[in-house]
DNA sequence: GTGGTAGATAGGATGTATTCCTATAAAGGA
DNA sequence: TCCTTTATAGGAATACATCCTATCTACCAC
């Protein structure tokens, strides 16, 4: 159980990382269940018990995540989300409260499953598609009829 | 001819804002064909026929056509973007040099012309969807090849 | 035309997210 | 245990976007 393949510990290595308790707190808290957070939100909540760690680190750290495949990246009102669900969904975001939600099956059609590349792109290498619907989420938009 | 239906004037009095000789510039600049734009562009763009316009200048007006609906605005690699061309359609970015292509036929089924509206989001509403394919446009792509 | 007022502008100050730089510290292999 | 490579902390720097305010101007009423 202490080195599991399923261990912070091991995921770090079986990605060619050194282990430091800064990688490790940040993976705790990041990689353990599915959720979409800052590098500030991360900076808070590893200080609390790691209280030297930079943001600097913090930065480092999730680009690396994000090169391994650990976490996905997207931008929405000029911040910079990571995401720790990295099969591949679409996002609503709310532009009042923020709230970010992963939209299970973004494809209507089951044949879409793998998002057809538009005719343009034949020549282009993608590296990644990124959709997002913005607007109000059902309590902002219950209080903004208010 | 002088004060046609199409002319920047009248664009601007058709949206109930006033006729100022900035908005003017922005408007000729940016509306006269699709384009994609950051406020920087276009304060670099003004300021050749304009010393004067301030950058405050530049947001406001491009804020102001986008709730207007003249202008969209998205967002990649972390900077706002304004894009005249107000049809819905996709986008592509490249990594490298940042050129942004317009994708003409995002939906490979004519049937999905109006992008259907994920199960999750029918309590919310939506203002607006973004879809952006990230990747190397062919010529960087063929250039990192090398 | 002219005058008055709501709205627009310039310019600087401010805030904030991200990246850069560098000396120090630590991980992990020999 | 030593040594080399890599990571970290902390501060500096950058860049984009917004806020503030005094001044100016478009345009409506007269």
Redesign the interface.
């Known amino acids: 159980m202490k080195t599991s393949n399923h261990s912070p510990t091991a995921l770090l290595r079986a990605h060619g990382l050194r282990v430091t308790p800064q990688r490790l707190a940040v993976a705790e808290y990041v990689l353990r269940k599915p959720m979409h957070v800052t590098a500030r939100i991360v900076h808070e909540k590893i200080r609390e018990s790691y209280p030297a760690i930079s943001m600097n680190t913090v930065y480092l750290t999730l680009g690396q995540f994000e090169r391994c495949g650990l976490l996905n990246r997207f931008?929405?009102?000029?911040n910079?989300v990571f995401d720790s669900n990295t099969s591949p969904h679409?996002h609503?975001c709310?532009?009042r409260c923020g709230a970010i939600?992963d939209?299970?099956?973004?494809r209507?059609?089951p044949s879409?499953q793998a998002a057809?590349?538009?005719?343009?792109?034949r020549?282009?290498?993608?590296?990644?598609?990124?959709?997002?619907?913005?607007?109000?989420?059902?309590a902002c938009?219950a209080e903004s009829v208010l």
């Open positions: 931008e929405v009102h000029g910079i679409d609503a709310c532009n939600i939209l299970d099956s973004p209507s059609e879409e057809p590349l538009p005719e343009q792109l020549q282009w290498q993608i590296k990644a598609e990124r959709r997002i619907w913005m607007g109000l989420c059902p938009n």
